[in-house]
Each structure stands twice: as C-alpha cells, then as structure tokens.
C-alpha cells in the first residue's frame, strides 16, 4: 500500500534554512504536498508539485522532487519563529479518487 | 480560496452517548469528502470518504458502525460518532476536493476536538 515517511523532529536557528525530507512508497504518485499545521489548528496547504516537475519555488519555499528515489523535500529559506509548526509530506495518486496519504509529520522547532 | 467548516470546533461528552459532526463546503459544492482522525502528535489517518448521495466507503479497521457518515447534499457531510468511549477522544478533520485547474486541491476544515469522558 502506500507509505509517506519522514522525520519527525528537526530544530534550526533563526535565519537558516531548514530542509525536511520525505519519502514515499507509491511509483504512481502524481500530486505530492507540503501543508502546515500550528498548534491546535487545522492543516494549510504550503505548496504542491506535480509529479512531472523536479522543482518548484514560491518565495521562500522549495520543493525538491526526487522521482526517482521517491524523495521530496521542503526548503525553508531565512527561518522564522512563525515557521515553527508540523510539517505534513502529503501524496495523492490520478487513481485514488483524491485521497491523499499523510506522513506522520515534522515538528519544527525554531531556535533564537 | 474555498472555505471547509467544521461544527462543532470542539465536543466534551459523556461515555456511551452519540456525537455528530458537520463539515461544509461554504461556497463550493463536493461530491466527495474525506474524514481524518489525528491522535496527538501523530498524523492524519484516513478514516473515510464521504460520497454524496451513496454509502461512505471506509478505510481498512475503521468501524462503519461506530463511525456513520451521512453526505446529504453537495454541501453537508456529518460524521455520527456512536455510543463514543474515551478512546475515541481525537481531533477529527474533514476535507473537500475542489477542480483547480489541472488537479483537484483538498480545502481542510479547522478540525473537531472530541473529548469523551
């Protein structure tokens, strides 16, 4: 069946950059996903990349697509203290009727 | 963009009774949607997708009688949470896909916090 993993801690200091990483199990996957969620709230979709693409950049976000490996990654540029939150790696296939499968997701601790 | 709500956006009630939770689509109509359940700390599992005017096809392990989905109209799904215990104490989120262009966007309600004591 389909499997989305990813780590589910990673700390940086305010200002790097922060890279979480994401691998998935289902070769026909076609959207895959990053959402946030903040403590207590529901889920807010970041970004998305089509299985076509091999990257894709909307302001300080970069999703990088591994198709191959299987391997996506989310690229956080100058962190912020608004960033810490859980970040979800999502995957949904042509043939799933829209469901999407979640990964367990990666809590993001920002240091000042 | 498209807008889920939940109702309530939180439930305390006692062992034994019967939650019900909406979720709607406030200015698009859905065909399908989908229920999540989050424990702490842990992620979204698919409980079930809601089909408008059919049965709700249910994930693997998910009891169909405890968990009775009812999608109404093109609008309205509710999820029934019946004679709840505390183990089924969660956050419970719905979703609705909506065409944007060449693929469909899953819009997110705020989540339900269920609290069974």
């Known amino acids: 069946g389909e499997d989305v993993e990813q780590s589910l801690f990673l700390s940086v200091r305010e200002g790097d950059s922060s890279v979480i990483n994401c691998t998935y199990t289902?070769?026909?996957?076609?959207?895959l996903y990053w959402y946030k969620q903040e403590p207590g709230a529901g889920l807010q979709l970041l970004t998305y990349i089509f299985s076509n693409m091999d990257m894709k950049q909307d302001q300080r976000l970069t999703v990088l697509l591994n198709k191959k490996d299987k391997h996506l990654s989310l690229r956080i540029a100058d962190t912020q203290t608004g960033d810490s939150a859980i970040y979800f790696c999502a995957e949904a296939g042509m043939n799933r009727d829209d469901k999407i499968i979640f990964g367990k997701g990666t809590r993001l601790h920002i240091l000042p | 963009g498209a807008v889920v709500s939940q109702h309530p956006s939180w439930v305390i009630c006692k062992s034994g009774t019967s939650v019900k939770i909406e979720c709607r689509s406030l200015d698009f109509q859905a065909t399908t949607m989908f229920w999540y359940r989050q424990f702490p700390k842990q992620s979204l599992m698919l409980m079930a997708t809601s089909n408008e005017g059919s049965k709700a096809t249910y994930e693997q392990g998910v009891e169909k009688d405890k968990f009775l989905i009812n999608h109404a109209s093109l609008t309205l799904s509710t999820l029934t949470v019946t004679s709840a215990h505390p183990e089924d104490s969660s956050f419970y989120i719905c979703?609705?896909?909506?065409?944007?262009?060449?693929?469909?966007?899953?819009?997110f309600g705020p989540g339900t916090r269920l609290t069974v004591l």
């Open positions: 979703s609705a896909p909506l065409r944007q262009g060449a693929y469909n966007e899953q819009f």
């Open positions: 289902d070769s026909s996957s076609t959207y």
